[in-house]
T-cell receptor, first 112, second 116 residues
Framework: NAGVTQTPKFQVLKTGQSMTLQCAQDMNHNSMYWYRQDPGMGLRLIYYSASEGTTDKGEVPNGYNVSRLNKREFSLRLESAAPSQTSVYFC???????????FGNGTRLTVT | AQTVTQSQPEMSVQEAETVTLSCTYDTSESDYYLFWYKQPPSRQMILVIRQEAYKQQNATENRFSVNFQKAAKSFSLKISDSQLGDAAMYFCAYRRGGGGADGLTFGKGTHLIIQP
């Protein structure tokens, strides 16, 4: 029972490079989310997708883009990475019946 | 916008003792849900307990219980008989009700240390 799978687990980028974080869930959930976690800041919502075909900005969307490829997959793209984007990124999903969020294991991204 | 405040950046407790982690929130909604998540050093986010705002009874899960004070907008987590495996970051989180999909709002977390 995989749940929410994120790849990669770790990544180091140079300033200005681009990359895509992948997320897939096998629980047939409608809604998916991308959060970032920084020390002393808790988790902050970057983007979310309420259902296949829709995406919306969260609290901290600047510098990111997302794609809800299908019901299972929700990717996060950094077009031109900046040191301020050094963080741990979490993908999560849930049904729209107010069930708890299910989280992936996170991606630690370092931008030098 | 909703906000969640955890006023204790760090707490320490002796093994087998009881500890209470504080959380307050601000919302104008009447229908909402509250959660406590645990994050051990493995980085995994683990649901500890949830509370529906319309329920007056406080939620419990084994050694974990909450004190939900709706009028005061307070949602504290009590851990009884603390164990070494309880050492982790604990996050309080809020979600508005009505089937919305705009995610959880998290507090900044409390680092819980268990002294053997």
């Amino acid at each position: 029972n995989a749940g929410v799978t994120q790849t990669p687990k770790f990544q180091v980028l140079k300033t200005g490079q681009s990359m895509t974080l992948q997320c897939a869930q096998d629980m047939n959930h409608n809604s998916m989310y991308w959060y970032r976690q920084d020390p002393g800041m808790g988790l902050r919502l970057i983007y979310y997708s309420a259902s296949e075909g829709t995406t919306d900005k969260g609290e901290v969307p600047n510098g990111y883009n997302v794609s809800r490829l299908n019901k299972r997959e929700f990717s996060l793209r950094l077009e031109s990475a900046a040191p301020s984007q050094t963080s741990v990124y979490f993908c999560a999903s849930h049904d729209r019946n107010n069930s708890p969020l299910h989280f992936g294991n996170g991606t630690r991204l370092t931008v030098t | 916008a909703q906000t969640v405040t955890q006023s204790q950046p760090e707490m320490s407790v002796q093994e087998a003792e009881t500890v209470t982690l504080s959380c307050t929130y601000d919302t104008s909604e009447s229908d909402y849900y509250l959660f406590w998540y645990k994050q051990p050093p493995s980085r995994q986010m683990i649901l500890v307990i949830r509370q529906e705002a319309y329920k007056q009874q406080n939620a419990t899960e084994n050694r974990f219980s909450v004190n939900f004070q709706k009028a005061a907008k307070s949602f504290s987590l009590k851990i009884s008989d603390s164990q070494l495996g309880d050492a982790a970051m604990y996050f309080c989180a809020y979600r508005r009700g009505g089937g919305g999909a705009d995610g959880l709002t998290f507090g900044k977390g409390t680092h819980l240390i268990i002294q053997p």
